[in-house]
């Protein structure tokens, strides 16, 4: 990847200085992986609070008790399971500093969530650019799509989909 200290610059315009933080369109490349160097372990508090934001009363996801009579086997063992769209929220912010941080987020498809995350187990993550375009509607902007790949313990896949965002190309002009 070509992100570095040239993707991020200072520009003075008439309104004041103003700070462009990449990566730009021009900094990914097809056929790119990118191992994304920040982690992320859960934690109970993680657990319960999403649940109560999102108003998720799944059993599985806050009560000890529920789980270990009902999931006590393999591979749940009578634990918490985190909630699935949480785990995809905190994959989706490891990927973004390399990938999305000056982009809009235009969609997700192809979600799959291989195997259940625990409190305590600790994410990872892993991206490829699968195909870019410059943007048909949008001058000084690009269409990005990335695989991305969700770990738990670095070597578990837990999660897989495609992102889809645009980045300004970094000869794009401000106003």
């Known amino acids: 990847?070509?992100?570095n200290k040239d993707?991020?610059?200072l520009k003075n315009n008439e309104k004041g200085w103003e700070f462009r933080e990449g990566p730009f369109y021009e900094d990914l490349q097809v056929g790119e992986?990118?191992?994304?160097?920040r982690g992320r372990t859960l934690d109970e508090a993680d657990c319960k609070w999403i649940s109560l934001i999102a108003g998720d009363r799944n059993q599985?996801?806050?009560n000890k008790l529920y789980t270990a009579k009902y999931y006590p086997e393999p591979p749940f063992n009578g634990n918490l399971v985190v909630n699935g769209l949480f785990v995809l929220m905190i994959v989706n912010s490891l990927?973004?500093?390399e990938t999305s941080l000056n982009g809009v987020f235009l969609g997700l498809d192809k979600v799959r969530m291989l195997s259940p995350v625990f409190i305590g187990?600790?994410?990872t993550a892993k991206s490829k650019v699968l195909e870019k375009r410059v943007s048909r509607s949008r001058a000084g902007f690009g269409i990005v799509k990335i695989h991305v790949q969700g770990f738990k313990n670095l070597n578990t896949e837990v999660i897989n989909?495609?992102?889809?965002?645009?980045?300004?190309l970094k000869s794009r002009e401000v106003s």
Do not use: G
């Open 1 to 3: 990847m070509t992100y």
């Open 7 to 9: 993707s991020v610059n």
């Open 33 to 37: 992986e990118i191992y994304h160097p």
């Open 60 to 62: 599985i996801h806050l």
């Open 95 to 97: 990927t973004s500093p």
């Open 121 to 123: 187990d600790s994410l």
């Open 161 to 168: 989909y495609e992102k889809t965002f645009m980045l300004p």
